[in-house]
Antibody, heavy 121, light 108 residues
Framework: EVRLVQSGGGLVQPGGSLRLSCAVS????????MHWVRQVPGKGLEWVSR????????NYADSVKGRFTISRDNAKSTLYMQMSSLRAEDTAVYYC??????????????WGQGTLVTVSS | EIVLTQSPGALSLSPGERATLSCRAS???????LAWYQQKPGQAPRLLIY???SRATGIPDRFSGSGSGTDFTLTISRLDPKDSAVYYC?????????FGQGTKVEIK
């Protein structure tokens, strides 16, 4: 059974940092691109970042580029998102996501449970 | 960036009726890499349709997708009370991957 279990959310002050984790099981983690998607409570979905299976390829939304860093530890089957210089507009539920297939282009059918990040003083 | 515009913003229909949701892209979606997701309160999105018209595993045939290029449609025939949710379209063919703003479906 594919499982994505997230941790690391919480309350942080503007300008602060936070690291999200997503521990996976039930599949060969290193074979899959992984994504982070966020959702402001009550609002729509926004893609944030993705990383290749071997960790060498990454992409970011313009809204987080230069502030967020996606990474992975394939030995630990864990995906990370290091968030720094956080702003109020980064407040959202963050989801880690896996695609249907190992291909670069694939829809997403496995989602973590989501973790709330609140940026506020 | 491909902007996806969904309409209507909300629908209120009775059980057994048909719902038709629209998703229009600001430019052609590569290879019709267009997906539809269902999201219920407090839950992560659930993949319904991919490739514009292919049903994901376990999705009942009451859900169907159609369209190509810039205009796509999700049809839910014979609405069931459990279909009450927000539905999002998403293009996954080019970065940045983008979503529509959602259509809220309410079952009367």
């Amino acid at each position: 059974e594919v499982r994505l279990v997230q941790s690391g959310g919480g309350l942080v002050q503007p300008g602060g940092s936070l690291r999200l984790s997503c521990a996976v099981s039930g599949f060969t983690f290193s074979s899959y691109w992984m994504h982070w998607v966020r959702q402001v409570p009550g609002k729509g979905l926004e893609w944030v970042s993705r990383i290749s299976g071997d960790g060498t390829g990454t992409n970011y939304a313009d809204s987080v580029k230069g502030r967020f860093t996606i990474s992975r530890d394939n030995a630990k089957s864990t995906l990370y998102m290091q968030m720094s210089s956080l702003r109020a507009e980064d407040t959202a539920v963050y989801y880690c996501v896996r695609g249907v297939t190992m291909a670069t282009v694939t829809p997403w059918n496995f989602w973590g449970q989501g973790t709330l990040v609140t940026v506020s003083s | 960036e491909i902007v996806l515009t969904q309409s209507p913003g909300a629908l209120s229909l009775s059980p057994g009726e048909r719902a038709t949701l629209s998703c229009r892209a600001s430019q052609s979606v590569i290879s019709n890499y267009l997906a539809w997701y269902q999201q219920k309160p407090g839950q992560a999105p659930r993949l319904l349709i991919y490739g514009a018209s292919s049903r994901a595993t376990g999705i009942p045939d009451r859900f169907s997708g159609s369209g190509s290029g810039t205009d796509f449609t999700l049809t839910i025939s014979r609405l069931d009370p459990k279909d009450s949710a927000v539905y999002y379209c998403q293009q996954y063919g080019s970065s940045p991957w983008t979503f529509g703003q959602g259509t809220k479906v309410e079952i009367k």
